[in-house]
């Protein structure tokens, strides 16, 4: 069973930083896209950055410049390095994976992970 975990997040002063791990298992094959998201408070869930398996990234304004998307492609992991958070960017931070997995042959689907609260505050 393909399974997406988070951890890192956390509480944290304005002005600090945050490093968010996901790490992906279950057979897996190939992981094309991965993603972060966040959703805060009433509000609806978006995305913050994207790299694919090539390497290329984006983020939204919101966050260019403070973080950055990385991943390592042999363990199956994606990383959000959080930098200069603002209280704006307190919210629960979704893993999310567009990859191919075997289970009696091969298989193609998206993925989330279960969320980690990330809270900026004095």
């Known amino acids: 069973q393909v399974q997406l975990v988070e951890s890192g997040g956390g509480l944290v002063q304005p002005g600090g930083s945050l490093r968010l791990s996901c790490v992906a298992s279950?057979?897996?094959?190939?992981?094309?896209?991965m993603a972060w998201y966040r959703q805060a408070p009433g509000k609806e869930r978006e995305l913050v950055a994207g790299?694919?398996?090539?390497?290329?990234?984006n983020y939204i304004d919101s966050v260019q410049g403070r973080f950055t998307i990385s991943r390592d492609n042999a363990k199956n992991t994606v990383y959000l390095q959080m930098n200069s958070l603002k209280s704006e960017d307190t919210a629960v931070y979704y893993c999310y994976s567009d990859l191919t997995y075997y289970r009696v042959g091969f298989y193609s689907g998206t993925f989330w992970g279960q969320g980690t609260q990330v809270t900026v505050s004095s």
């Open positions: 790299i694919t398996s090539g390497g290329r990234t």
């Open positions: 279950g057979n897996i094959v190939n992981i094309q896209g």
